[in-house]
Nanobody
Framework: QVQLVESGGGLVQPGGSLRLSCAAS????????MGWYRQAPGKQRELVAA???????NYADSVKGRFTISRDNAKNTVYLQMNSLKPEDTAVYYC??????????????WGQGTQLTVSS
């Protein structure tokens, strides 16, 4: 069994910063790409940022220059550092990881979500 557990959400003022963490645990052979998605009320879930096992990253245009994704492979953890936060960043943020439980197959796992609210 594999679990992704997120932490770090909360309420922050516009212009503020916050860091999200997501730790994977359980029967894990290896982890490929990891990423963060978000879903605002009434909107579809969208990719925010992703990082490969080798450290290559990509970002949604709306967060480029403000958010930074990173990972600690030894800890099976991915982070999202969010700076210069805007009210439109308000959403539930979900961690996603492509995890191999054996050498031969992988599948996507999701965290339970953590709420970020940007408001004065």
């Amino acid at each position: 069994q594999v679990q992704l557990v997120e932490s770090g959400g909360g309420l922050v003022q516009p212009g503020g910063s916050l860091r999200l963490s997501c730790a994977a645990s359980g029967s894990i052979f290896s982890i490929n790409a990891m990423g963060w998605y978000r879903q605002a009320p009434g909107k579809q879930r969208e990719l925010v940022a992703a990082i490969t096992s080798g450290g290559s990253t990509n970002y949604a245009d709306s967060v480029k220059g403000r958010f930074t994704i990173s990972r600690d492979n030894a800890k099976n953890t991915v982070y999202l550092q969010m700076n210069s936060l805007k009210p439109e960043d308000t959403a539930v943020y979900y961690c996603n990881a492509d995890i191999q439980r054996s050498r031969w197959s992988s599948r996507a796992y999701w965290g339970q979500g953590t709420q970020l609210t940007v408001s004065s």
